[in-house]
């Protein structure tokens, strides 16, 4: 696994979504939904043998 994770490390990766109203607020502000995931470019291999 070692091997792996240096070859194909996970990384980090933040996806940002269209700012919304916040449902109950008087003033002017708003909410950015983020969505915080790791991936690595041979993610379905890492899992698969992650879950051995």
């Given at each position: 696994?070692?091997?792996?994770q240096?070859?194909?490390?996970?990384?980090?990766?933040?996806?940002?979504?269209?700012?919304?109203?916040?449902?109950?607020?008087?003033?002017?502000?708003?909410?950015?939904?983020?969505?915080?995931?790791?991936?690595?470019?041979?993610?379905?291999?890492?899992?698969?043998?992650?879950?051995?």
């Amino acid at each position: 696994m070692v091997a792996w994770q240096l070859h194909d490390p996970l990384q980090r990766r933040i996806e940002q979504f269209p700012l919304e109203d916040p449902e109950s607020s008087s003033d002017d502000s708003k909410i950015r939904p983020e969505l915080e995931h790791c991936e690595s470019h041979h993610n379905n291999v890492w899992l698969s043998c992650n879950n051995f």
